[in-house]
């Protein structure tokens, strides 16, 4: 999809699709044929330059053909090169970093106003992401609101020009309950996904040794 079009961050795109591989077949709860189920899990890229493998984990799962996959990036396609809430299976458009995360926490907030309590909203950020300012005011207020159904995954591809970690230490302070796991492993991403803690809000840190995205 990226080289037929001459577009890029093949590279971001690639250090996700294990972590989505699990995502939309094992964790999430999520019905192709209803998009806006109510009862429906919720995702967010928040890293949203890294749309194109979002757009084929979707048309994987049935949310639309895979044959309009080969429109990515072109003239009049609905597969923008951001992602695009137009899309189905889609929850918002990003790709101005530092929103993903604000949106995650005010979703999960919504839902348990609403007397939620199976659905889960999942945002994934990547490590360089975080070094906007905006998202440690999130980091803030999600212990404190008990956001318990919210869970933060954070690409560590290693591309932060200001070191982040360790990451236990620095998000575990704010009050979050840290798992630190193998980007490329399937069986600690599930685990560690399908963790609900019971009075924290969850982060998950994929590592992606550079080199090997």
């Avoid at 809000?201 to 994929?206: E, L, S, Y």
Wanted: aromatic share 6%.
């Amino acid at each position: 999809m990226v080289h037929a079009v001459n577009a890029s961050h093949i590279g971001s795109c690639l250090s996700m699709a294990d972590i989505l591989a699990v995502l939309y077949t094992e964790v999430l709860r999520l019905d192709p044929t209803n998009p806006a189920n109510p009862d429906r899990d919720r995702f967010i890229l928040s890293k949203g330059h890294a749309t194109a493998i979002l757009y084929a984990a979707l048309a994987e799962r049935g949310f639309f053909p895979a044959a309009e996959l080969d429109t990515y990036c072109r003239n009049g396609s609905a597969l923008t090169g951001h992602v695009s809430h137009g899309v189905p299976g889609v929850e918002a458009s990003t790709g101005s970093l530092g929103h993903g995360l604000a949106l995650a926490v005010g979703s999960a907030l919504g839902l348990r106003a609403r007397g939620s309590t199976e659905q889960r909203v999942v945002v994934l950020c990547g490590d360089a992401e975080l070094n906007e300012g905006s998202n440690w005011e999130s980091v803030l207020l999600a212990p404190y609101l008990n956001l318990t159904n919210l869970t933060l995954l954070v690409i560590d591809n290693h591309s932060s020009s200001i070191p982040m970690g360790p990451w236990e230490a620095r998000l575990g302070s704010f009050g979050w309950d840290v798992d630190v796991v193998d980007g490329h492993d399937h069986e600690q991403l599930f685990d560690a996904l399908s963790k609900r803690p019971s009075v924290r809000p969850n982060a998950v840190v994929a590592d992606i040794p550079e080199g090997e995205w």
